[in-house]
Structure formats: C-alpha cells, structure tokens
C-alpha cells in the first residue's frame, strides 16, 4: 500500500519502524518515504502514535525495530543535536527570558555567525514569518499566533534539512488556525523546506501538506496526495476521520448511487474499483461515503425523507433526514430555511461529494 522505494537516497525513509512502550506497540512497522523538498501531514486521532512516530525521527525515542534514513545515511546511534532536523511544538516553547531577535537568531548564533549578518537573517526570517520588526519584543508580549510565528522562523533560521512539527497551530483559535495554516504552506513552499507535520486536524493537513498519511492505532492505513487521499478514503474509518458525514454500506449504497446518476467525482482511479452499475452479487461489501455539504434540502431533489435533527452551523443549517430505503443522511440547508423535526422534505445529492469505498 505504501509508496515507499527502498532504494531513495534523497530525503527521509522510514522503514519498518515500530516503537513499543511496555504492551502497547505506539508505532507499529512504519514505511514512509519523504523526498526532499516535500511537505507530508501525517494524519490520525489523538494516541494513535503520530508523535511517538515524529520523535522516533528525530531520535528522541529508540527504534525497537526498523530505521530512520536521511539521504541514504541511517541514523541509528545518531543522537537529535546532530540530525540537523528542527522540531517544533504546539507550545512553540520560546526562551521567555529572550526577545524576539533573540529567539530567532539562537541556532545560528550557536553557528557563530557575524553580528551583522545574524541581524539581517533575523530581519528576514521576521518577514518571512510576518513579524517585521518584532526583534526587541519578548515573548510574553505576543498573542499565541504570534509566539508560533516567532517559534517557526526559529525553527527555519538553521536551514534544517527536516522540519518536524507537532501539532503546530492546534492550540491557536479556529480562525487564527487556518489564516496561519495558509501562512504556513506559503512559508514552507517559499523556502523549500522538507517538512513532516503531525496533526489530528484534516483541514489542517489538507491546507499545509502535499501528501498525507493517514495514522491508526500504530499503523500508517493510507499515504497518498492529499486530494487523492480525500477523494478517495481507504475504509470507512478513514472516511469518517477526513470528514465524510455518513458511511452507507450495501443496497443503501447501491441505491443511493443509482439515484446519483452512479458516478463518482474522482474520476477513473486504477486503484478503486469502479462501480457504476454494481449488480446485488456486490452489493454486500459495497460501501459509499457521503460528505454532508454533497446532500442538499431541495423540492425538486430525487430523495425524500423525513427531517430527524436540525441544528445551525457557522454558514449553514446542518440537517439529518431520514430517507427511505438509505437511512439517516447527514445533509446541509440555507441558513435561512426553516425545518421542523418529522416535516417530509427532498434531497438532492451532489454524486462530487461521494466516495466509493473499496469492499471489505
Ligand atoms: P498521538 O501523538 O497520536 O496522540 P502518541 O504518540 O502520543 O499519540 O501516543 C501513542 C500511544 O503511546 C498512546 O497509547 C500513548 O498512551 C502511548 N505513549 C506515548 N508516549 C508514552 C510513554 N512515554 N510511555 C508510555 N506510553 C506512551
């Protein structure tokens, strides 16, 4: 399943690693391959081990099985200070007792570098991160997105050959989350830098990362682009995780998919079955996920059904309606639409927002 080569020399290669505390096996025989240059969210609940995982990499956990390679050296024996990785937090963990300019400009003092040239690249890495002349502030003066600010150009001031970030903006408020999450990915093209992301944040993954693997219980369960991976979910679980309201499973999904004209959004995919007219000898294991916004209240809508729950969201009204020979179907309706609990109403369903699942 995973796209790994085991002969790339250029970037990170994880091969078969696992990471065991006591009975429970955190990282359970990980591939992953990341090449240089490219940005991979890697995506899971909370506990499934995307942390253990990241340290693992930046070898702040022992491999119990399996390595850790960068550009073709492994790196086993190699502690963190000498992988030229940076690592940065949820907290972003800023020297309180140093100002901005301070902080920015730690990694490369270490390096020894001329005072003058260290106040240009602190100049430039505080732009780069939108804090123009932020250098003589101190931490504690800082709004939280500011302070991650701050701890990202810190982290790129070194010129890291690997960026990890664990759950970098997941402290932050939602729509400070995603005006930085935007930041981010510009940030991370702009400079080219090599990036591993952990997060339990689809949007945020999806925002920041070119790639995506998808984390559960230990194991990774699907790597692929992250349009690939969205359009395409490797199982319901997964499905449920990026997003997708309903799962429905067997003539539920057949009928739902004749309704919808039995077309799919994603186009011809070698590695999904296609399904466009699937006869009840697959109807068993067959399996359709269904993102809310694709359902919509419509009265001239090819499925009806009876309203179950109806509550507001931030732009829409988020509806659940029973529909016969489906079941419950998680759906969307104007704001302004007024919905009563057991009112009859139709649905028109958006065959973009469906995913065919690959049979169980
Ligand atoms: P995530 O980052 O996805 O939330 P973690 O990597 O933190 O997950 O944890 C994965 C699993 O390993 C969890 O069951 C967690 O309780 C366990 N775990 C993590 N760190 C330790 C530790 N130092 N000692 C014992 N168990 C740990």
Redesign the pocket.
């Known amino acids: 399943m995973m796209a790994t080569s085991e002969t790339e020399r250029d970037g990170l290669v994880v091969r078969d690693a696992s990471v065991r505390?006591?009975t429970?096996s955190?990282v359970d025989h990980v591939h992953l391959a990341l090449r240089s240059g490219d940005v991979l969210a890697v995506l899971?609940?909370?506990?499934?081990?995307?942390?253990?995982?990241l340290r693992a990499i930046a070898g702040l956990e022992v491999l119990d099985s399996g390595s850790v390679v960068f550009d073709g050296q492994d790196l086993a024996g190699v502690p963190t200070y000498r992988r030229g990785f940076a690592l940065m937090f949820q907290d972003g963990q800023l020297f309180t007792h140093q100002s901005v300019a301070g902080n920015v400009g730690y990694a490369l003092r270490l390096q020894g570098i001329g005072r003058s040239r260290l106040r240009r690249r602190v100049r430039e890495l505080l732009e780069l991160v939108g804090l123009p002349g932020y250098e003589d502030r101190r931490p504690a003066t800082l709004s939280g997105g500011e302070q991650q600010r701050v701890a990202l150009a810190r982290s790129l001031a070194a010129e890291p050959r690997l960026l990890l970030l664990d759950e970098p903006l997941s402290a932050l408020d939602r729509s400070l989350r995603e005006r930085l999450a935007n930041d981010l990915r510009r940030i991370l093209t702009e400079t080219k830098t090599t990036t591993l992301l952990?997060t339990h944040d689809h949007d945020e993954a999806f925002t920041v990362a070119d790639r995506m693997a998808v984390?559960r219980a230990g194991q990774l369960v699907q790597d692929g682009p992250t349009v690939e991976v969205w359009r395409n979910p490797a199982d319901a679980d997964v499905a449920r995780f990026l997003g997708y309201a309903t799962v429905l499973t067997g003539p539920a999904a057949i009928r739902l998919l004749s309704l919808s004209g039995g077309r799919r959004s994603a186009g011809p995919d070698p590695a999904q079955p296609q399904v466009n007219t699937p006869d009840a000898g697959t109807s068993e294991g067959l399996q359709v996920a269904v993102r809310r916004s694709a359902v919509r209240v419509d009265p001239a809508g090819e499925l009806g059904g009876v309203v179950e729950s109806v509550s507001a969201a931030r732009d829409t009204m988020r509806i659940t309606v029973e529909v016969e020979g489906l079941g419950a179907l998680a759906g969307v309706a104007g704001l302004d639409e007024r919905f009563e609990t057991g009112q009859r109403v139709r649905l028109t369903v958006d065959p973009a927002g469906l995913a065919v699942l690959p049979p169980r």
């Open positions: 505390f006591g429970t955190a899971g609940p909370s506990g499934c081990g995307k942390s253990t995982l952990v984390m």
